[in-house]
């Protein structure tokens, strides 16, 4: 009945005519690479072209995802992908020199496939499949997480975006654990998998456990058991510590990390060089004014609310931060609020 009134019997009906699947010709990201292998996560509303290209000047993280781009009922024109992902301009790079793969959120398998087939023509490294949004707006008009509770959904998306693609460029998928609960976890891994892509991220928690603690790694596990492409790892990993008990337990050293990189910029570093001296507060906050100067055709307001948003990450993992948040919270003078950090930076 849900379905009939949403009017998506035609997403999810099995499709009348069987599509060929192309055998994979390029090479997986991560086949030559030191372990573990980090990539930086979309996250939509932050990660943008300027941050990717800050973070990853930092250091340590091997591929990016852009934020999702939402496929309705068009093909979007190159200017719709030039802006979520500018390095299309530099071969699919960060000026660092790390690819960033295309992401793409909807429900429409023919559009997915020729929205998929743009993006690779514009010079996408890979493109990936986002059935992990949680967000209310998304998951009511059929996008994300919701996705999770049909797989033969999930097959056609897989299936007609892999048969879309140029063969030497990767499609990939990332998931969450289900919908309401985890019962089709197996289920949609397989069914993804059986569509063709090269490799799954899975974040470790269902939509309705959000972003909440605990993360639950050993399902990660029970689908790489299951399934004979690579699984990434996501969720819940802010130390080194938690990445090491995250490989541990999910059977992954291929993981993605979002808001722990937010939070501390040199993470990927920490988790892969034992002997790194970390960052100091000091050196997080000195990287504000940095993404100030890539945002220059913004208000004050949007400005300052922007340095806010990471700064609070940064407070979350230091209680140097905390304070210097508490400091300036209530800052909404770009001038004011820059003296304000200089003025900590130099204490």
């Known amino acids: 009945m849900w379905l009939a009134e949403k009017g998506l019997d035609a997403y999810t009906r099995a499709p009348s005519v069987a599509i060929r699947i192309p055998m994979f010709t390029g090479t997986l990201p991560f086949s030559v690479q030191d372990r573990p292998y980090i990539a930086l996560a979309p996250m939509e509303g932050l990660m943008d072209g300027e941050f990717r290209e800050l973070l990853t000047a930092v250091g340590g993280i091997d591929h990016c995802v852009t ?9 979007l024109p190159a200017k719709v992908y030039y802006r979520l ?8 790079k960060t000026l660092a020199g790390t690819p960033v793969h295309v992401q793409l959120l909807g429900s429409d398998p ?3 496939a020729a929205n998929a087939a743009v993006a690779a023509s514009l010079g996408a490294p890979a493109i990936d ?14 996008g994300g997480a919701v996705l999770l509770q049909f ?5 056609r998306i897989a299936t007609q975006v892999r048969a879309a693609v140029p063969s030497h460029i990767p499609v990939s998928a990332k998931m969450r654990l289900g919908f309401n609960d985890k019962t089709l976890a197996i289920e949609n891994a397989q069914a993804l998998t059986a569509g063709g892509i090269q490799w799954l991220t899975v974040h470790a928690r269902t939509k309705t456990e959000g972003y909440k603690p605990p993360a639950y790694w050993d399902w990660i596990k029970q689908i790489k058991d299951v399934v004979t492409i690579p699984v990434l790892a996501n969720g819940e990993i802010w130390t080194p510590a938690q990445a090491a008990q995250c490989q541990q337990e999910s059977g992954s050293d291929v993981l993605m990390i979002g808001r722990g990189l937010v939070s501390t910029p040199d993470l ?3 988790i892969k060089q034992p002997d790194h001296v970390p960052m100091t507060w000091q050196q997080h906050l000195a990287l504000l004014p940095l993404l100030a100067t890539k945002l220059p055709d913004i208000t004050d307001k949007q400005l300052v609310d ?6 609070h990450y940064f407070s979350i993992q230091s209680a140097e931060l905390a304070q210097v948040f508490e400091d300036v919270k209530r800052e909404r003078d ?3 609020f820059f003296a304000a950090l200089q003025e900590r930076i130099d204490s």
């Open 67 to 75: 934020e999702f781009i939402r496929i309705t009922t068009q093909v």
């Open 85 to 92: 992902c500018p390095e299309l301009h530099n071969g699919g």
């Open 110 to 112: 023919e559009m997915m």
């Open 129 to 142: 499949l986002n059935f992990g949004c949680p967000a209310k707006t998304v998951n009511r008009s059929m």
């Open 151 to 155: 797989p033969d959904l999930l097959h």
């Open 268 to 270: 990927a570093l920490r």
């Open 306 to 311: 922007r340095m806010k948003q990471w700064l």
């Open 334 to 336: 770009r001038a004011a």
